[in-house]
């Protein structure tokens, strides 16, 4: 790849148990994007820092990456922002991106913001949108600002890399495609791997159903549910479709339900294959979590309720007449709607 030209650069996320984080090939389908509108010359390349990659190591590549940038070390087992920043200082100095972006992880939250620092320029967090400037070949950096009231374009125009996160799930992950890449393994400073911190202990977090940000049909509840009791309708349906249950803040903080089902701005941002959402109002920040889903159901009794304006399918009334109904459906022709969905 042509160093000299103008690259992207994608921090990508390898998993404890050595797999890549699908937001990686979201973010590189993405770079491959902006690539092209930077120019015709304009690579992209992904880095991977981990103690033992158990994925074909070219698998970027068929998602638009130019190479793949791989570093294995046992110090990388556990994530470690410490290593992680050393190593990209090192590359971004080398390589001098363009355009550096990482998924919104814990991970890419936790070492982006000390690289950004290290490298003396700006980042973005949390976008929603990336696309390049016509004329400028700046990055257009989209995110939700001042409490998601206002949706916010940052611009770095005198600094480099331009540095972006991006929640997992904002772009879809392109369709593979046969094309040929180089798989780098840089030689660096043994001191690049030392560190102050040690993983002593690792818990994986245990929860009986699918997390809500990798369910094909997620089933929501908000407010007008009126009750925590009314989650257990919404687990009946979504068991009966196989997905899992969501949730708005208002229902989190009223300790119906647990944090790890709320979906939105200050939640998880999922894009399942159908999304009921039922006694929501459609706040723009429970829509930051879910409006790339790819069928949306309303469910509420108020018709001038926002979220029926997104949804494509809108069912005006109360969730406790309609949503029994729909189960009482769903049983007598199972058949049918499982083929649908
Ligand atoms: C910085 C910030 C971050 C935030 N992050 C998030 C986030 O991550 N996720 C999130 O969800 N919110 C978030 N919020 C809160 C958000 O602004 C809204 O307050 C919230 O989404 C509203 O939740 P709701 O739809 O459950 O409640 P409401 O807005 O009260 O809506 C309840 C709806 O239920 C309908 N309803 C009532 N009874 C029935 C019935 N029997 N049948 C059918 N419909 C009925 C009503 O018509 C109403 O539309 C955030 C806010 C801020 C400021």
Known sequence: MNVQSKNVMIFGEVRTNGRLHPATLELTGKGRELADALSDSAGVSVVLCCGKLEDDVLLPVHYGADEVILVEHPSLSFPNPEVAVKILVTLVKERQPEILLAPATPQGRCVFPALAAKCRTGLTADCTGLEIERGTGLLLQTRPAIGGNVIATIKTPNHRPQMAT???????????????????????????????????????????????????????????????????????????????????????????????????????????????????????????????????????????????????????GDLYEILPQLIQRIREERGTLDVEI
């Open 166 to 316: 991006v929640r997992p799930k904002t772009f879809a992950v392109p369709e593979p495609r046969p094309r040929k890449g180089e798989v780098v393994r840089p030689s660096l400073p043994q001191e690049s791997f030392q560190s102050l911190t040690e993983n002593l202990d690792f818990t994986p977090f245990q929860d009986k159903q699918a997390p809500v940000r990798d369910a094909e049909v997620v089933i929501s509840g908000g407010k007008g549910l009126r009750r925590a009791e009314g989650f257990g309708l919404l687990r009946e349906l979504a068991d009966l479709l196989g997905g899992s249950v969501g949730a708005t803040r208002p229902t989190v903080e009223a300790k119906w339900i647990p944090y790890a089902h709320q979906v939105g701005l200050s939640g998880q941002v999922v894009s399942p294959k159908v999304y009921l959402a039922a006694g929501i109002s459609g706040a723009v920040q429970h829509l930051a979590g879910m409006q790339t889903s790819r069928k949306i159901v309303s469910v509420n009794k108020d018709p001038e309720a926002p979220i029926h304006k997104i949804a494509d399918i809108a069912l005006c």
